[in-house]
């Protein structure tokens, strides 16, 4: 199985701040990385697919990029509701797999 | 509206087995792959496996071969996941996500979720 790995673990920021997570796989994926949101007691929720992809309706300031290995998540301006936990998945082959998340929280 | 409502929470003692149900609207059942993934209390997400609601052919994690069986009653358009001796490492939410066959996007639309508890 593609193992995934996230940096960080967990953030901490404040409003309109700039967000980088990164995600690594443990093979070459190509493009086939998706972002999700998570919010406390909610399920995850698709923000971006084939690693650049904006899912239709999440906000412009969420950007993806990478290819291959490395990728990362961009939250260009942080707003109140972006606070919740981001997890990158492999959908290249089977098993699907997931990062272990990142928690951004309120600094 | 693209909605999927699953069944109530359960609480099954060790060695039951338990059948989650996924009940799909606003969009073409037989059209999507249904997934199932789950999260344990503050971990997170691992893929079970999906069943092809056109088909009714299957694709498990090998995790849960022997296991798991997931099925689908498409005059409801229902899908159902039957986890068999239950741990109570077992014990997660499990959802339900669909995913279209040919567009390329992973899965897109989740179920509420459905709390199992495995306690003695």
């Known amino acids: 199985a593609i193992r995934i790995t996230q940096s960080p673990s967990s953030l901490s920021a404040s409003t309109g701040d700039r967000v980088t997570i990164t995600c690594r796989a443990s093979q070459g994926i190509s493009s086939y990385l998706a972002w999700y949101q998570q919010k406390p007691g909610k399920a995850p929720k698709l923000l971006i697919y084939?690693?650049?992809t904006l899912q239709s309706g999440v906000p412009s300031r969420f950007s993806g990029s990478g290819s291959g290995t490395d990728f990362t998540l961009t939250i260009s301006c942080l707003q109140s509701e972006d606070f919740a936990t981001y997890y990158c998945?492999?959908?290249?082959?089977?098993?699907?797999?997931f990062g272990p998340g990142t928690k951004v929280d309120i600094k | 509206q693209v909605q999927l409502v699953q069944s109530g929470a359960e609480v099954k003692k060790p060695g039951a087995s338990v059948k989650v149900s996924c009940k799909a609207s606003g969009y073409t059942f037989t059209g999507y792959y249904m997934h199932w993934v789950r999260q344990a209390p503050g971990q997170g997400l691992e893929w079970m496996g999906w069943?092809?609601?056109?088909?009714?052919?299957?694709n498990y994690a090998q995790k849960f071969q022997g296991r798991v069986t997931m099925t689908r009653d498409t005059s409801i358009s229902t899908a159902y996941m039957e986890l068999s001796r239950l741990r109570s490492d077992d014990t997660a939410v499990y959802y339900c996500a669909r995913e279209s066959y040919s567009s390329g996007v992973p899965p897109d639309y989740w179920g509420q979720g459905t709390l199992v508890t495995v306690s003695s």
């Open positions: 069943i092809n609601p056109n088909s009714g052919g299957t």
């Open positions: 084939a690693a650049s």
């Open positions: 998945q492999q959908y290249y082959s089977y098993p699907l797999t």
